[in-house]
């Protein structure tokens, strides 16, 4: 049973318009989302986060949005850029238990020059 | 980054052999975490660590052990390995007052 989904496996956009992935979760106890970025033969790496309390967070081009009741958050890149092609993880971190990030599946971001 | 060596980097076992894959950390975090990585499936954690000699399991534990004497090592073993073991390991670090977990380069490991 996956807690946390993301349900579009890839994406490809064009150089300088928006990249805007999805994740979705089910556990209600989760209190803190997380984005991650991944290159090929790499470790995924920490790209932006948002607390429960807030509904959007930025960090340049990257902004985090997140929708409580329909328990949905959404990553936006503007401008994408060809150097944002990755794999993005969601994570969602719960508020209680056992203190450890679960992940969605990811989703391929492509973005064509 | 953050001060965080997985060892080894590749490894080629054969079915029914045990290995151990390393982790070494220098930023002196509290808490450390073993996740797999296969296609479509994401990152799924496998055993955690929440200080020296506390360990937990996660959701796919099975046919792994873990172990960590030192706060800067975080060992994990498979006792007999499988060909459904092949995969992808990441160690993580966190420290205890943010949940942002900081990874290693990973770990492939091939049963044949």
């Known amino acids: 049973d996956q807690q946390v989904k993301q349900n579009s496996p890839s994406l490809s956009v064009q150089e300088g318009r928006i990249s805007i992935l999805n994740c979705d979760y089910t556990n209600s106890m989760f209190d803190y989302f997380l984005w991650y970025k991944k290159y090929p033969a790499e470790g995924p790496t920490f790209l932006i986060s948002i607390s429960s309390i807030k509904d959007k967070n930025e960090d340049g081009r990257f902004t985090v949005f997140l929708n409580k009741s329909a328990k949905h958050l959404s990553l936006h890149i503007v401008p994408s850029q060809p150097g944002d092609s990755a794999v993005y993880f969601c994570?969602?971190?719960?508020?209680?238990?056992?203190?450890?990030?679960?992940f969605g599946s990811g989703t391929r971001l492509q973005v064509q020059p | 980054d953050a001060g965080i060596t997985q060892s080894p980097r590749h490894k080629v076992t054969e079915t029914g052999t045990p290995v151990t894959l390393r982790c070494h950390q220098t930023?002196?975090?509290?808490?450390m975490y073993w996740y797999r990585q296969d296609p479509g499936h994401g990152l799924r954690l496998i055993h955690y660590?929440?200080?020296?000699?506390?360990?937990d399991k996660g959701e796919v534990s099975d046919g792994y052990s873990v172990s960590r004497s030192k706060t800067e090592d975080f060992l994990l073993t498979l006792e007999s390995a499988t060909s459904s073991q092949t995969s992808v390991y990441f160690c993580?670090?966190?420290?205890?007052?943010?949940?942002?977990?900081?990874f290693g380069q990973g770990t492939r490991l091939t049963v044949v």
């Open positions: 660590s929440y200080g020296v000699k506390d360990t």
């Open positions: 994570a969602a971190n719960p508020r209680t238990g056992r203190r450890a990030l679960t």
């Open positions: 993580a670090i966190s420290e205890s007052s943010t949940p942002e977990a900081f």
């Open positions: 930023e002196n975090h509290r808490y």
